[in-house]
């Protein structure tokens, strides 16, 4: 049975502005090391919210506009810093393949495959990424109903079978750009994705256009 290990508050957030308490676990399924960030108490909410968010290197920390990921954290880091709430960080990069793996896809997808082309054709599932740690990571907080914070239908199916029970579903923004469009438009068509793209404008766009407007201030 999985159980905490540690508990130790950080900092975190640009100029520090925020404090998370970071938890670890033991005997968690594939002992890989995930970590759970509550903000504000969460753990002792009755019904808390929770974001369960798979680790991206290439977007969290290095702000990549092809996926929306680094944008998805960062909105739950400021939603759950003012109001509080728990983000389970799952270390299951590119949907579970790994880094290099991931990597190799998005190669693939500069010749017009889409992700989950890409990882069909490098002889992988859609998604490979196991939610039980995610279950465990909540049982061992002793929390048994929440709000989920995800677009992914997959995440609510998931922990509801394991026995979470989910209050209701909140969206995450729409991050859409020039970039990420492609992107967003598979995890809608293929993973059914619950992400309105029908007239959302693209955010570069949007930023062009509103440096455009003040430099034409007088």
Not at 72 to 97: C, F, P
């Amino acid at each position: 049975m999985a159980e905490v290990r540690n508990k130790v508050i950080i900092p975190i957030g640009k100029h520090n502005a925020h404090k998370a308490e970071f938890v670890s676990f033991s005997h968690l399924k594939d002992d890989k090391e995930h970590v759970a960030l509550v903000f504000k108490g969460a753990d002792t909410a009755k019904v808390p919210l929770v974001r369960v968010h798979s680790e991206c290197l290439t977007g969290d920390i290095f702000h990549s506009a092809r996926c929306d990921c680094g944008q998805q954290l960062d909105e739950a880091v400021e939603t759950m810093a003012k109001s509080g709430g728990i983000i389970l960080y799952l270390r299951q990069e590119g949907r579970g393949i790994g880094l290099y793996n991931k990597l190799d896809a998005y190669s693939l997808q500069d010749t017009g495959m889409n992700t989950f082309e890409a990882n069909k054709a490098l002889g992988f599932d859609h998604d490979l990424r196991d939610f039980t740690v995610a279950t465990q990571m909540l049982n061992a907080l002793n929390i048994s109903e929440i709000d989920l914070l995800t677009n992914n239908p997959e995440k609510v199916s998931a922990l509801t079978q394991a026995g979470i029970k989910i209050q209701k579903t909140v969206p995450t923004g729409i991050f859409a750009n020039q970039h990420n469009n492609h992107y967003l438009a598979a995890k809608v068509s293929v993973a059914k994705h619950t992400i309105a793209l029908t007239g959302h404008h693209d955010e570069s766009d949007q930023e062009i256009s509103d440096k455009s407007k003040g430099n034409n201030k007088s």
